[in-house]
């Protein structure tokens, strides 16, 4: 079952970077986002096909390595930035091998990690493009530049998400943890310079969702 969990893993991230190339007909950025948001559900796949934490965190390490190559040679273009926004590729994959090695491992609560990923890929990424599409009241933290429309849509996605995944995995958490913890990831996003947002956000959160549910 895990060697069938890591064959599925990698034909469904190939398919997204290979879907991704369609989107560069519009900029490259639109294809940076295609993958970013939906690479995400990786987690959820990953819940349902792997048996081993080792296994499943293999796939998230590898690509540890092949986004680091990719940011210093530009092998993916399609996932790739022209500017010096830092490793934010090789953070998001590092964070997704974190998660699963704590959720599926350690804490044995798999939902948990896939809060965290879900609002940095949904919550991060639709904050980005509304940012760039209607960027209402730009600001600067830490040299980053964010606006309050993207901070807003952050702010929606991380509370949705977190509502779903409480109201499906447990009755101890409800509406005002929802709230605290969309409020912490959107602080998170707008103080994270140079994409490490992409390593703060999904940790910070499922960290402060281990503690709300213990």
């Not at 560069?24 to 559900?41: D, G, M, P, Q, Y």
């Not at 819940?47 to 965190?57: G, I, K, P, R, T």
């Not at 993207?150 to 509370?159: D, E, I, Q, R, T």
Request: a neutral charge; one cysteine or more; charged letters at 10%.
């Amino acid at each position: 079952m895990d060697l069938l969990g890591i064959l599925i893993s990698y034909l469904f991230i190939g398919c997204i970077i290979v879907a991704s190339k369609w989107f560069e007909r519009f900029s490259k950025e639109a294809s940076r986002k295609f993958i970013h948001i939906v690479l995400c559900n990786w987690f959820i796949v990953a819940m349902f096909v792997f048996e081993s934490v080792w296994y499943a965190m293999f796939v998230p390490a590898t690509f540890v390595i092949i986004n680091f190559l990719s940011a210093k040679y530009n092998l993916i273009p399609s996932m790739e930035r022209d500017e010096d926004e830092g490793y934010g590729t090789v953070y998001y994959a590092l964070s997704l091998a974190i998660l699963v090695g704590l959720t599926f491992g350690y804490v044995n609560q798999p939902w948990i990690g896939a809060i965290g990923i879900l609002i940095m890929g949904y919550g991060d990424g639709l904050a980005a493009i509304v940012g760039k599409a209607m960027p209402y009241k730009p600001y600067q933290v830490f040299g980053s530049r964010k606006t309050v429309s993207g901070s807003l849509v952050m702010w929606v996605c991380s509370f949705l998400i977190s509502w779903v995944f409480f109201s499906i995995y447990t009755s101890t958490l409800g509406l005002i943890e929802a709230l605290v913890v969309a409020s912490v990831a959107t602080v998170l996003e707008a103080i994270s310079p140079k994409g490490l947002d992409n390593l703060f956000v999904p940790i910070g959160c499922s960290t402060l969702v281990y503690m709300l549910f213990i």
